[in-house]
């Protein structure tokens, strides 16, 4: 059943829906890419759950019991102005225990939901272990306390899942290198580590081999499959590259316009007429 769950979610930029009406479950454990033509809304999807941008309309839910869930399914084939009185209160009461719609950043990661920004989240004067470390530190406390510093055994915890995830992108052998100097496959390595550190449930990956040598590409997929075998992670994934997502991908989502076309098996969303069509170009 869905560890995270998406309800007519939409997000509108003046005259345009970027996102429409998104329904959308993501199931514990899998690997779920979400693909679709540029301008699609995957990012803006993305943004929606982790907090970078408020949605228009609509709700997220995370981490629902199963009973939960079920009942989400159910109410959430009803159109909104169909909904009986019982239906009304009960998704009234899932949105109050599970909602994170609209939440801020930092309270999506402490949730248990990452994501892995491009670059951007990069200290590039300081070392790849410095990196982790201060994402780790971070996390701990919601924000970065100097005072904290001081506290020897916190340090060492800290210092332990730098440790880790470093060892888990497999850049322990560069830990003492700046940052900015990494080649830049290690540096899209490093933004993982980095959102590795939040020891997150749920991660979110946007385009992780954008601009990757094959050789670095080939290290990236190995990775992600890693993650989800080892860590136990749940990971959606957008990703241009067909041959990566048959080959790491449980399930596939396939947006156009901001609105889902179809979702299933990559078996299903590749025999689906409607995808052809639209996507993979008849
Ligand atoms: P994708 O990631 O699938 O390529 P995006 O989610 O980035 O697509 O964008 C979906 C649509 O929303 C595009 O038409 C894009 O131009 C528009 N868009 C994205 N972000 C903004 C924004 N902050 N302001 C206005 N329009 C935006
Ligand atoms: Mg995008």
Redesign the pocket.
């Known amino acids: 059943m869905g560890l995270l769950e998406m309800e007519g979610l939409t997000k509108r930029?003046s005259g345009?829906t970027?996102v429409d009406d998104v329904d959308l479950t993501v199931e514990r454990g899998e690997t779920k890419a979400i693909i679709?033509p540029?301008?699609?809304?995957?990012?803006?999807?993305i943004n929606l759950v982790t907090g970078l941008l408020e949605p228009t309309e609509g709700h997220v839910y995370y981490d629902l019991s199963d009973e939960d869930a079920a009942d989400l399914h159910e109410i959430r084939e009803v159109p909104d102005d169909e909904r009986d009185q019982q239906q009304r209160q009960r998704i009234e009461q899932l949105r109050k225990e599970y909602g994170i719609t609209g939440s801020e950043p930092h309270e999506v990661v402490q949730k248990g939901i990452s994501k892995s920004f491009q670059t951007a989240s990069i200290f590039p004067g300081m070392t790849a272990r410095e990196n982790v470390q201060m994402a780790a530190l971070a996390n701990e406390h919601g924000s970065f306390q100097l005072n904290f510093l001081r506290k020897r055994d916190s340090f060492t915890e800290v210092d332990e899942t730098a440790t880790e995830m470093l060892e888990a992108v497999e850049l322990h052998g560069s830990d003492d290198v700046e940052a900015g100097s990494l080649p830049y496959g290690d540096k899209r390595r490093l933004e993982i580590a980095i959102a590795l550190a939040s020891e997150p449930d749920l991660l979110f990956m946007d385009e992780p081999t954008a601009g990757m040598s094959p050789e670095e590409t080939q290290s990236t997929v190995d990775l992600v499959e890693r993650l989800q075998e080892e860590l136990g992670l749940t990971i959606v994934l957008?990703e241009h590259d067909m041959e990566i997502i048959f080959r790491i991908a449980d399930s596939i989502a396939v947006?156009n316009r901001g609105a889902i076309i179809a979702d299933g098996t990559p078996e299903e969303v590749q025999d689906n007429t409607d995808v052809q069509e639209a996507y993979l170009g008849g």
Not at 38 to 45: E, F, I, L, Q, V
């Open positions: 930029f345009l970027a679709g540029n301008g699609a809304g995957k990012s803006t999807t957008v947006l």
